[in-house]
């Protein structure tokens, strides 16, 4: 069958939806998303993937099928699969525009609507923040690592799955890549695509000069030539040779590739040969098994490299492929709430995020505040959905591009660099400490 | 733009195509999926995915919007489109059996097809082989893990993507599982849907007591209580004195569950309180932050827990979240190719996998042979799709779960057990290692 997106729940969301339905719980509810600790390998994260959650949230049907289908599951009473016949998300949502720099504990995003509205959307909305938040902060990491380098996401084919591949593009790009090599991110969210050749071109030839003449001639506006099938540096003396037939017919090499092998030694040594051959003007560009640790190592090692695809490592966020957030009830029916598990209690109340800057405008210190509590500082969540209507419009990329960009410059500069330990302040009220401590007080034991 | 499958693809691909068009390169071409290494963290993998691969390969199409899209991008030649509108797989593909356990070097998939066609799809089918496979072994150590309990992957809301989380509970299912929380994979594979209930269901209560008299009365089939929100023992004690009023009305409480704190030291006095109460048949199932190592001390401490919602970590394969798989041109025009980048040479020719067994049934070693070579053992790879038409019929998920489960009963004993260091043999036959040798010499340098 072919599913909306509201069957891309859990089963959980539909039976307490089926108990809120029974017993008429109706009122609305508070849910935030946050994330509640960093792992050690990360310092900072960046809010991303608001806007598939916003046309989530206002396209959300449920489709004449999948209401057959939950009729027939057993577990669904038909008054109750009439009632999801209705279903519309008619909430609010404020959150922090993407590209926002944010730390744990701090929620980025609110949703306040009926709580079987506000419920029934939250594996899918966890399952879209989460993921784009993820990968742009392992791409923002990326940005830090090679400052003025070229930096395309090549991570598709081991993304997981085609969803993961897709919205990994749009994260990068956010993050400042130059682009991706997948195509129909390119096409679906307008990104530029990169791409160059695979040894299998090279391997279906005869003759690897003539693999590269047949490239060149067939996209004589993208010559990059992936010189490490055989001999790395032999091939790289054999584009030297071609370089100036191809110039005759008008077309210009770009790039050379090199994906296998010590990507700093051949850097240097094919950058000489092409110097030496009179092709100061292509460029190296490298990939193979690449994050922003190796990264870091290749510029320290001053390898002559001018562009980088990272594919595998950053869209799967190999050294952290998961983090640890939660999207929480903190309010019901006007009184906040709060869960106290064991090593997962959460902070009641709607908040707001306030953030101080330096003079220079770097990022001085955050405090999560009860919404209305009188802060200092800018507040970072925003009005975007009211009554199931969007009032922040759509953004551009290149504005949140923009955005991410500023950000990751407003950084304190122990959080920009991987090397140096740094710990940003974030505090919490003390209105907000002083709810917990009186809910605390008045929960049932 | 709504894209078919054909563009979830690399750029290079498209470029490189274009370049065969131009060419005329068009003889058939043998490419091969296989995994290069295994992580230290895993022993064994299982292919996954097949199913996912063959649909795509049958049904891969440009839309009419993908193709102007193509034409306006740019790099793309009127006619190479014209070409890309009437594209088809018209090739032939042998693979491993969905479910069927493999090793590093040994080809679970081939595909011969004219070169473009076999390399237009590397992107999509890789994508689509490796998660489901990454997946698969994960989930099979979690069932070596915790054998005879009931498993359900929990983990929708942080697997990468919507796919992911489609596909990861489809493996998890081949690999043991009882089912899945996502509902979606219920719907479009059949899998059985578990679920429980959130904190937030009993926070949008004033009274836990109330809350899961609320959740029985609208889900009296279904009556799982989570009982760590506030006090987990306490919590347990009021199912005690709920569960007769329950009776009355005809509705069995079925299980608790737990989520947070020491889920063994839970569970244990959790187990007497249910004891004690006369509610010998209500099951203890646990979730939050489990893997195979986690199951593995929980029942090596004795904790009389029945089964495990398994979310965040499997769905991600967290400890492993990427393969170092790929899909390599092995033959062209029927010849043998090899690439010999470093570090990454790979062995040329179609190949077949032999697999020979004690006579227990006990798999006791893999032959890696050139096709036709005569060998000993089982050959693993079989027809799939012959001239672009299937010529192995869907299977159904349960027989592939059977074949699976067998195949993990095969397992030599050293690989099936998490703590005993194991390595299967797989070796190389005589005319797979002269044949490289040969072309070897003949290389281009």
Same mark, same amino acid.
């Given at each position: 069958?072919?599913?909306?997106?509201?069957?891309?729940?859990?089963?959980?969301?539909?039976?307490?939806?089926?108990?809120?339905?029974?017993?008429?719980?109706?009122?609305?509810?508070?849910?935030?998303?946050?994330?509640?600790?960093?792992?050690?390998?990360?310092?900072?994260?960046?809010?991303?993937?608001?806007?598939?959650?916003?046309?989530?949230?206002?396209?959300?049907?449920?489709?004449?099928?999948?209401?057959?289908?939950?009729?027939?599951?057993?577990?669904?009473?038909?008054?109750?699969?009439?009632?999801?016949?209705?279903?519309?998300?008619?909430?609010?949502?404020?959150?922090?525009?993407?590209?926002?720099?944010?730390?744990?504990?701090?929620?980025?995003?609110?949703?306040?609507?009926?709580?079987?509205?506000?419920?029934?959307?939250?594996?899918?909305? !966890?399952?879209? %923040?989460?993921?784009?938040?993820?990968?742009? =902060?392992? #791409? /923002?990491?990326? *940005?830090?690592? &090679? $400052?003025?380098?070229?930096?395309?996401?090549?991570?598709?084919?081991?993304?997981?799955?085609?969803?993961?591949?897709?919205?990994?593009?749009?994260?990068?790009?956010?993050?400042?890549?130059?682009?991706?090599?997948?195509?129909?991110?390119?096409?679906?969210?307008?990104?530029?695509?990169?791409?160059?050749?695979?040894?299998?071109?090279?391997?279906?030839?005869?003759?690897?000069?003539?693999?590269?003449?047949?490239?060149?001639?067939?996209?004589?506006?993208? !010559?990059?030539? %992936?010189?490490?099938?055989?001999?790395?540096? =032999?091939? #790289? /003396?054999?584009? *030297?040779?071609? &370089? $100036?037939?191809?110039?005759?017919?008008?077309?210009?090499?770009?790039?050379?590739?090199?994906?296998?092998?010590?990507?700093?030694?051949?850097?240097?040594?094919?950058?000489?040969?092409?110097?030496?051959?009179?092709?100061?003007?292509?460029?190296?560009?490298?990939?193979?098994?690449?994050?922003?640790?190796?990264?870091?190592?290749?510029?320290?090692?001053?390898?002559?490299?001018?562009?980088?695809?990272?594919?595998?490592?950053?869209?799967?966020?190999?050294? !952290?492929?998961? %983090?640890?957030?939660?999207?929480?009830?903190?309010?019901?029916?006007?009184?906040?709430?709060?869960?106290?598990?064991?090593?997962?209690?959460?902070?009641?109340?709607?908040?707001?995020?306030?953030?101080?800057?330096?003079?220079?405008?770097?990022?001085?210190?955050?405090?999560?505040?009860?919404?209305?509590?009188?802060?200092?500082?800018?507040?970072?969540?925003?009005?975007?959905?009211?009554?199931?209507?969007?009032?922040?419009?759509?953004?551009?990329?290149?504005?949140?591009?923009?955005?991410?960009?500023?950000?990751?410059?407003?950084?304190?500069?122990?959080?920009?660099?991987?090397?140096?330990?740094?710990?940003?302040?974030?505090?919490?009220?003390?209105?907000?400490?002083?709810?917990?401590?009186?809910?605390?007080?008045?929960?049932?034991?």
């Amino acid at each position: 069958m072919k599913n909306s997106e509201l069957l891309l729940t859990d089963l959980y969301q539909l039976t307490m939806l089926q108990g809120y339905y029974r017993h008429g719980l109706s009122a609305p509810a508070a849910f935030e998303f946050f994330v509640r600790d960093l792992p050690p390998q990360r310092r900072f994260l960046v809010a991303a993937g608001l806007e598939q959650v916003v046309e989530y949230l206002l396209e959300a049907r449920f489709t004449d099928e999948e209401l057959r289908w939950l009729l027939e599951e057993g577990r669904f009473a038909a008054d109750f699969v009439d009632y999801l016949a209705q279903w519309r998300f008619s909430g609010d949502v404020d959150a922090m525009p993407e590209g926002t720099v944010f730390f744990p504990q701090e929620p980025i995003l609110r949703v306040v609507a009926p709580i079987g509205e506000a419920q029934l959307v939250e594996t899918r909305l !966890v399952n879209l %923040l989460h993921f784009q938040t993820l990968i742009a =902060a392992k #791409a /923002a990491r990326c *940005v830090l690592a &090679a $400052p003025g380098k070229l930096l395309v996401d090549f991570g598709l084919r081991r993304a997981h799955g085609a969803e993961a591949g897709l919205l990994a593009a749009r994260a990068c790009y956010l993050a400042g890549f130059a682009g991706t090599s997948t195509v129909a991110a390119a096409a679906h969210f307008d990104i530029p695509a990169y791409g160059t050749m695979a040894h299998s071109f090279i391997q279906a030839h005869d003759d690897e000069m003539e693999a590269f003449e047949h490239f060149a001639g067939a996209n004589p506006d993208s !010559v990059v030539f %992936l010189i490490d099938t055989y001999d790395t540096e =032999a091939a #790289a /003396a054999k584009v *030297v040779a071609l &370089a $100036p037939r191809l110039r005759r017919r008008g077309i210009a090499v770009k790039a050379v590739r090199l994906d296998s092998g010590d990507l700093a030694d051949h850097a240097r040594r094919v950058r000489a040969i092409l110097d030496e051959g009179g092709l100061t003007e292509v460029r190296i560009f490298v990939s193979g098994n690449l994050d922003e640790y190796v990264l870091r190592e290749l510029l320290a090692r001053n390898a002559p490299i001018d562009g980088f695809g990272v594919g595998t490592r950053l869209d799967t966020s190999a050294d !952290v492929p998961y %983090l640890d957030c939660a999207y929480k009830l903190v309010e019901y029916e006007g009184q906040p709430r709060r869960k106290r598990s064991e090593g997962k209690a959460t902070w009641p109340g709607r908040k707001q995020v306030y953030r101080r800057y330096e003079p220079a405008g770097t990022f001085a210190g955050d405090q999560v505040a009860l919404e209305g509590e009188p802060q200092a500082g800018e507040p970072l969540l925003q009005p975007v959905i009211r009554r199931g209507r969007r009032v922040a419009p759509a953004e551009r990329l290149e504005d949140i591009r923009e955005r991410m960009q500023e950000q990751l410059e407003r950084l304190p500069p122990s959080l920009r660099d991987g090397s140096v330990a740094g710990e940003y302040p974030v505090s919490l009220s003390p209105g907000l400490r002083d709810l917990a401590a009186q809910i605390d007080g008045r929960l049932p034991s």
